[in-house]
């Protein structure tokens, strides 16, 4: 069987500080050898590249990028560029119109967003030396959902989702499954994110790919089948003594009569993004390695989970419950005291249960949007 050979790069987008590299043309140089030499590369943009100036209301910043940057992912040799992320659809509707409109006039494929849900939902197809790649791409639920009738991200929903995944495997000898979510700056799967991702590979997935993490987090060979449960930062700019968001994995895969996945450690400079030099990349991948082992070890897992909620619990306990930002800084400083000092035991039962049920949630849910989308 001749071998062909894949490589899938995480997210990228054009920060402030990578801008004057995307402008001229040199924002993936450092790795555009790779990406050209193989049979198909994959990129996630994370943003729309559109000149459209309203973003839309949300909480967290809204990204996007220029029209012309997709000519540049299709010069540095991507062929497909997945669009199911948080961000799609920052700047309407109409960013997600003008982000598929750039794909097309470039001639680069796009998976994972659509003109409206249906079209956001289609898997993409490669015929590659007498084989069939199938690409799948879904992201969680934010700010960034296909409708019926209006643009957006393809969503996934374990009803719906996991019956495209069966059909798309029908037509393809070898299918890779982009999804975008997980908790950021997390390393390890929590125990929902290692569910999905192997049913996924149950129903057929070759490759599961989790980006969204900004950090390189962790693998596993599963029933056949390779999963990432993070693949750190493509291009995506450079921040001063913050090593996790500084690196990220070039996935280079090639497959024959076995499928091998060769990660490739990149790490971000002030002038661009670059292959890691050798000693750094093996101590760094070794350690990658070492994380990995532990995955089937469900007692350090759960620990690892809490640990990094109860890390976090200061600032997310009272962002829940809807407290001010000040509120937040002191919480913070205090070390959780005055959010347990504030907030009732009986009110946490209750949004406990509002949020632990999928019934109460779904009502919730259903009235905060009524509210904020005011319809």
């Known amino acids: 069987m001749e071998s062909i050979k894949i490589s899938i790069l995480g997210d990228v987008c054009p ?40 973003p839309i209301k949300k909480c967290g910043p809204c990204l996007k990028a220029k029209p012309q940057d997709v000519k540049l992912l299709n010069n540095s040799g991507f062929s497909l560029i ?45 015929e590659i030396k007498g084989r069939k790649i199938g690409v799948i791409s879904f992201a969680e639920k934010e700010f960034n959902f296909a409708t019926e009738t209006e643009a957006g991200a393809n969503i996934f929903d374990v009803y719906s989702s996991v019956e495209e995944v069966l059909e798309c495997k029908k037509q393809c000898d070898f299918l890779i499954v982009l999804y975008h979510g997980g908790i950021e700056h997390y390393r390890y799967p929590s125990e929902t994110l290692q569910k999905k991702c192997r049913l996924l590979v149950r129903c057929g997935a070759n490759m599961v790919i989790c980006q969204h993490s900004h950090c390189i ?11 990432l449960y993070g693949q750190g930062n493509g291009v995506y700019g450079v921040r001063e003594n913050n090593k ?10 090639e497959i024959t009569e076995k499928t091998t996945v060769n990660p490739i450690l990149l790490t971000a400079t002030k002038n661009g993004v670059i292959i890691a030099e050798k000693e750094q990349a093996e101590k760094r991948l070794n350690e ?88």
């Open 15 to 54: 920060t402030e500080d990578y801008r004057a590299l995307w402008d001229n043309g040199r924002a993936f140089e450092g790795i555009s050898p790779i990406i050209k030499s193989s049979d198909l590369s994959i990129v996630n943009l994370e943003c729309p590249a559109t000149d459209f100036e309203k």
């Open 82 to 126: 997945s669009l199911a992320n948080n961000h799609i659809k920052d700047f309407q509707q109409q960013g997600v119109l003008d982000t598929l409109q750039a794909c097309e006039e470039n001639g680069i494929q796009f998976v994972g967003a659509g003109e409206n849900k249906e079209e956001a939902s289609k898997p993409t197809f490669f």
């Open 217 to 227: 987090g962790t693998y596993e060979n599963y029933n056949g089948g390779y999963i």
């Open 244 to 253: 996790p968001w500084n690196e990220g994995l070039l996935l280079n895969v």
């Open 288 to 375: 990658f390695e070492s994380q990995s082992s532990l995955l089937n070890d469900k007692e350090f897992l759960a620990k690892e989970w809490k640990s990094f909620c109860v890390k976090n619990g200061a600032l997310n306990r009272p962002l829940f419950f809807g407290k001010s930002r000040v509120y937040i800084k002191i919480n913070r400083i205090l070390k959780n005291k005055l959010f347990k000092v504030c907030t009732p035991k009986k009110r946490e039962l209750i949004t406990m249960n509002l949020v632990r049920c999928d019934a109460w949630r779904e009502v919730i849910t259903t009235l905060l949007e009524l509210d904020v989308y005011e319809k």
